[in-house]
């Protein structure tokens, strides 16, 4: 059974930072691409940053220089360093992996942050 589970969110200050852990189960975590989705209310699910079996990263413009992906495949752990908070990073972030056509999702973790 393949799990996705998230960790870490919370209430930060804006300008402050948060640090997203997804541990991952049931899959051979170091062939997966794994990323991180964020969606606001009344908004489309949008990609925040990904990085590659390889360890190539990419990241939304909105967050180029404030967020860092990173991975831990002997821990099956992907992260997501977020500094310099902002009002708009507000969302429910979900960890995802994927190779090929398989994609699986985390149940999400809520971040807010306070203007």
């Known amino acids: 059974q393949v799990q996705l589970v998230e960790s870490g969110g919370g209430l930060v200050q804006s300008g402050g930072s948060l640090r997203l852990s997804c541990a991952a189960s049931g899959i051979i975590f170091s062939i997966y691409a794994m990323g991180w989705y964020r969606q606001a209310p009344g908004k489309q699910r949008e990609l925040v940053a990904s990085i590659t079996s390889g360890g190539r990263t990419n990241y939304a413009d909105s967050v180029k220089g404030r967020f860092t992906i990173s991975r831990d495949n002997a821990k099956n752990a992907v992260y997501l360093q977020m500094n310099s908070l902002k009002h708009e990073d507000t969302a429910v972030y979900y960890c995802?992996?994927?190779?090929?056509?398989?994609?699986?999702w985390g149940q999400g973790t809520q971040v807010t942050v306070s203007s």
């Open positions: 995802n992996g994927a190779i090929g056509v398989l994609s699986y």
